[in-house]
């Protein structure tokens, strides 16, 4: 059986450093490095919800892949992450617009309110 191609993105410390935030030379302001919006999902392996959402944001990373990336970040693996952006429930999305402030949601959302958020908050449609 072919092996699934992923369209989500998994981040190490290093990789976010360099494609998201470089929060150890910006310490005072969000400067968000990427030349696309992007989404950053912060999970755990073990997280029941966690596992709900993933399909979805593999379904989203495959229709938006043109717009936007969608990001993974391991809660486990990536602890000083997840304490960087004070992540206390799983999953956490954030929602990182070009030159504007990241927004975060918690809880595993259906894929119409993911859908929109993107649209209304990275892409900046109006419905």
């Given amino acids: 059986m072919a092996k699934k191609e992923r369209h989500t993105i998994q981040l190490t410390k290093a990789e ?4 998201v935030m470089d929060y150890e030379k910006n310490q005072t302001a969000w400067v968000y ?4 919006p992007c989404v950053i999902d912060f999970y755990a392996d073990w997280c029941g919800p966690c596992k709900m959402v993933a399909p979805v944001l593999e379904e989203l ?16 693996a990536e602890m000083e992450l997840s304490a960087v ?4 429930s799983i999953p956490t999305i954030i929602f990182c617009p070009m ?3 990241p927004q ?11 859908e ?5 908050l990275l892409l900046k449609e109006k419905l």
Avoid: M, S
Wanted: glycine share 8%.
């Fill in 16 to 19: 976010f450093l360099e494609k």
């Fill in 33 to 36: 490095k990427g030349d696309k």
């Fill in 61 to 76: 990373a495959e229709e938006y892949k043109d717009h936007i990336y969608i990001y993974k970040v391991d809660t486990e």
């Fill in 85 to 88: 952006f004070g992540i206390r």
């Fill in 99 to 101: 030159g504007e402030q």
């Fill in 104 to 114: 975060a949601v918690n809880g595993a959302l259906p894929k119409h309110n993911l």
């Fill in 116 to 120: 929109q958020i993107i649209k209304e």
